[in-house]
């Protein structure tokens, strides 16, 4: 079994879009900008045999808000622009009730499932509670971009950091959070 770092994208890939406190999706592909640093953090991150994996919530698709096309095409561009081969993504809204959008583990189970991961040496690295409780729930080492978004923090454990490089950086020494 493989180990991975699941990343979300908006936030911690590429620039989310802070309106009223919260974060949002680029709408179009001309919007999207790559985040300092996560070319080099992706890059050590694969060089150290870890599986990159995206694992984001587009929920705008359901609500009729972004076509699911134009979230593919920016998934796409990602993946071409910072090698990446793996992406899970959820277009669902909480209404839906779904098991894959975060919080839930759905996404992390099926990639775990179809890339033969052993999410107990595998990390998540995200920007919302959302993000690491998903992450927390299928025993995963989570850190915390925290943007000081107004919703509720997540619960520990968890580590806070900047940026995706600190994270990887930690994650290249070995960092652990132990639940």
Known sequence: MKKAVFLDRDGVINKAFVKSGLPTSPTQLNEVRILPGVKYAIKMLQAAKF????????PDVSRGKLKAEIVAEINHFLGK????????????????????????????????????????????????????MAG???????????YEY?????????????SLLEAAK???????VNY
């Open 51 to 58: 599986e990159i994996v995206v694992v984001t919530n587009q």
């Open 81 to 132: 622009s910072l090698s990446i081969k793996n992406f899970f993504t959820c277009f669902h809204d909480d209404l839906d009730a779904c098991t894959c959008r975060k919080p839930r583990s759905g996404m992390l189970l099926d990639a775990a499932n179809d890339l033969d991961l052993d999410l107990h040496l595998s990390y998540l690295v995200g920007d919302r509670w959302k993000d690491i």
């Open 136 to 146: 927390q729930s299928v025993g995963c080492s989570c850190f915390f971009i925290d």
């Open 150 to 162: 107004l919703e509720p923090k997540p619960t520990l454990p968890y580590v806070r950091v900047e």
């Open 170 to 176: 930690m994650i290249l020494r070995g960092n652990h």
